[in-house]
């Protein structure tokens, strides 16, 4: 079995998407559980514009599907840490 060859830049890129995607999922949650009619469409159709090029990516080549679980994870754990940070403040103001 021959192993597909991996562009760099797409790797990276479909990592980053991946990772954005995520983040603007978490905070489309937020906003949806707020109760944030505005935030929570702009944060979905941010979520569905990113995911597109992560999935045109690796669907053409598969081995870039573990990119995408690289940066769903670290786009899952950075927005959290994120809403973290904010949610102290907002309790303030």
Same mark, same amino acid.
Do not use: C, Q
């Given at each position: ?13 479909? +990592? ?7 983040? %603007? &999922? @978490?905070? /489309?949650? #937020? ?22 090029? +992560? ?7 598969? %081995? &870039? @599907?573990? /990119?995408? #679980? ?24």
């Amino acid at each position: 079995m021959d192993l597909p060859t991996i562009d760099p830049l797409i790797a990276a890129g479909v +990592a980053a998407s991946t990772a954005v995607t995520d983040g %603007a &999922y @978490v905070f /489309f949650n #937020a906003a949806v559980s707020e109760r944030r009619r505005m935030a929570a469409a702009t944060w979905s159709s941010i979520w569905y514009l990113l995911s597109a090029f +992560a999935v045109i990516s690796y669907t053409s080549n598969w %081995a &870039y @599907v573990a /990119f995408a #679980a690289i940066g769903a994870w670290a786009g899952g754990f950075l927005s959290i840490t994120v809403l973290n940070h904010i949610a102290p403040m907002r309790r303030k103001g």
